[in-house]
Structures are given as C-alpha cells and as structure tokens.
C-alpha cells in the first residue's frame, strides 16, 4: 500500500539553526508531492508543492524542498528558522492517475522554534 | 479568489445526539470535496471525498455520512454520536492536483 513516513515526529530548534525534515514515500510512479504546514491556531496551507521539472522546489517563507526520485524522499528545508516558524508540517503524496485526487499524508512534524 | 468556510468552529456535543458539519466553497466550480479527521500524532484521516453532486466516497467505515446537495457545499453528518467522533474536522476542496483546506471545526462529544 502507499505510504508517507516523515521521520522527525518533534524538532527543536534555536532560531538561524538550519532545517530539514524527511519524507519518503512509497510508491512506484508518478507522484505529485506536497508539504503543508498548520501554524497555530490557523488552518492547513500549502507550503509548496512538485508535480514536475526542475526537482528543487521553492515555496513561500523562504522554504524549499527537493525531490530526489531514486530515494523516494522529498524533504523540506530552510537555511535559517524563525519563531514564527514554529508549526506543524504535513507532507503528502498524491499518487496515480483518475479524478479523485486523493492525498497519502505523513503524521506530521511538530517543529518549535524557539527565540 | 477562492475561499472556503466551515462552521462551526466548535461544537460540544452530547453522546447519541445527531450531527451536521457544513463547508462551502466560493470562486469555483465543480471542485472535488473532502472531509478529514485530524488527531493529533496520526495525521490526517481521510474520510469522504466527492467529485459531483450527489457523487460520495466513502474512505472508513464509521458512525458518519456525507452528503453533497449542492455543487460547492459538502456536508458532514451522524445520526447518533459516539465518543470517539470527538476530533477536528477538515474540509478540503481541490482544483486539477492542489487541495486547499477550510479552518476546520473543533468537535468535542461528551
């Protein structure tokens, strides 16, 4: 079956620290790849997404994922953290074709910043 | 632009009694819909998903039931609910590959 494992459950930073969070999918095909993040209090958005192209992906807020296919891994980073980085952070897998678009998602990653 | 709504944000419930979630989605048409539980630690559980109107999947077996009576508005309901309905409901609208999400609503069944 298909599947998001993001490895990281709960990360601590210091602010400028350097992140990155993993996730790996299974599956064989064709993947659109997504994070999301949940700050507090606020509803899920997208963060970035891949569907094709160049495999590095930039996203808002500075955020940038890359899309390595031969590991199945599209982790998400950021040179340097703030505290209003501080959120929970979805990756999520679209996989096959046909009209539902249905997502695969992670568990999430709480990461917390901290000033 | 779009946008979509839910309400309402909380909702504290007894056991046993029914439920009804509405979400609505302005800006677009005939956009696929979705229903999530998220539980903190296990991420998000899918539970309906609908391409049409009239048009339900059901993803778990469980105490609810969706329904789509209009192309833009989704709505998620029990008949009685259980204790382990309580969680945070999210819907979710998608264009061609893109899911966008509502603020969610907060059920508490006690």
């Known amino acids: 079956a298909q599947s998001v494992s993001q490895h990281n459950h709960h990360v601590i930073l210091s602010e400028a620290a350097s992140l990155e969070l993993g996730c790996n999918y299974s599956?064989?095909?064709?993947?659109?790849l997504f994070w999301y993040v949940q700050y507090p209090g606020q509803h899920l958005q997208l963060l970035l997404k891949?569907?094709?192209?160049d495999p590095l992906v930039k996203g808002i807020k500075g955020f940038e994922a890359e899309f390595i296919k031969s590991k199945f891994s599209f982790n998400l980073r950021k040179p340097s953290v703030q505290w209003s980085d501080t959120a929970e952070y979805f990756c999520a897998v679209n996989a096959g074709a046909g009209n539902n678009r249905k997502l695969i998602w992670g568990l999430g990653t709480s990461l917390a910043v901290n000033p | 632009s779009q946008t979509i709504h839910q309400w309402p944000a909380t909702l504290v419930q007894p056991v046993g009694s029914p439920l009804s979630l509405e979400c609505t989605v302005e800006?677009?048409?005939?956009?696929?819909l979705y229903w999530y539980r998220q539980a903190a630690g296990r991420g998000l559980q899918l539970l309906f998903y609908s391409v049409g109107i009239g048009q339900i999947s059901s993803e778990v077996p469980q105490n609810l039931s969706a329904s789509r009576p209009q192309d833009r508005q989704f709505i998620l309901s029990s008949k009685k609910l259980l204790l382990s309905d309580s969680g945070f409901y999210l819907c979710?609208?998608?264009?061609?590959?893109?899911?966008?999400f509502g603020p969610g609503t907060r059920l508490t069944v006690l």
């Open positions: 979710a609208w998608s264009d061609v590959d893109t899911q966008y």
């Open positions: 800006g677009t048409s005939n956009p696929n």
């Open positions: 891949y569907f094709s192209g």
């Open positions: 599956y064989g095909g064709t993947v659109n």
